[in-house]
Structure formats: C-alpha cells, structure tokens
Nanobody, 123 residues
C-alpha cells in the first residue's frame, strides 16, 4: 500500500525558513509526479509546487522565488524548502503523488496523499 509521510513543519517567525520532507513508500517513486498542497483554516486546498520525474519544478505564483521543491529518488523523498516565510503561508501542508509527469494543480488529479504537517508563521 502507498504511504506518504510529511515532516518538518513547525512554528517560525515571518522571514524565517522551514524545510518539509515527504517520505514515500509503496510507489515506484521515480515514475511519480510529486506535489505540495496547503490548506489554511476555512479555505480551500491550494496547489503550491510540483516536481516530475525529470526534476522540473513548477510553482504557484505566490511562492515563486521563496520556495524550492526537490526530490531524491534514492531516498523516495520529496522536499519543500520554504524561505522568506509570510503570515499567509500558515497552513497545513500536504504531500501528494500521481503517476504522471504532466503538471496538475487540482487536488482531484492526485491519487495519494499524506496526513499533512502544520506550518505556522508568526509576526
């Protein structure tokens, strides 16, 4: 069975940094497209970043220049380095996977999800 386990969330001041990790199992990881989504209380889940099997990243405009998505196929892990964090970045961050290299920004295009990790940015 497939499992995605996020880690690395926490409390950070605005302007600070966090690095999230998502460890995958039960997948042919090298063939997956991996994404990060986030959801703040009372808001819909939104796409944040994607990286395919060719290591090509794609980001939502609001995080470009601040966040970096990467993957290590030898560790079956995808990362999200978050720098210059803002109050609006506060959310539960979810790792998601699908067997495709096409860019998909809808949560409904993803088959597998982690439980999420909380990121809270304070002033």
């Amino acid at each position: 069975q497939v499992q995605l386990v996020e880690s690395g969330g926490g409390l950070v001041q605005a302007g600070g940094s966090l690095r999230l990790s998502c460890a995958a199992s039960g997948l042919t990881f090298s063939l997956t497209s991996m994404s990060w989504f986030r959801q703040a209380p009372g808001k819909e889940r939104e796409f944040v970043a994607n990286i395919g099997r060719n290591y090509m990243p794609y980001y939502v405009d609001s995080v470009k220049g601040r966040f970096t998505i990467s993957r290590d196929n030898s560790k079956n892990t995808v990362y999200l380095q978050m720098n210059s964090l803002k109050l609006d970045d506060t959310a539960v961050y979810y790792c998601a996977a699908r067997y495709s290299d096409s860019i998909r920004v809808s949560e409904y295009d993803y088959n597998y999800w982690g439980q999420g990790t909380q990121v809270t940015v304070s002033s």
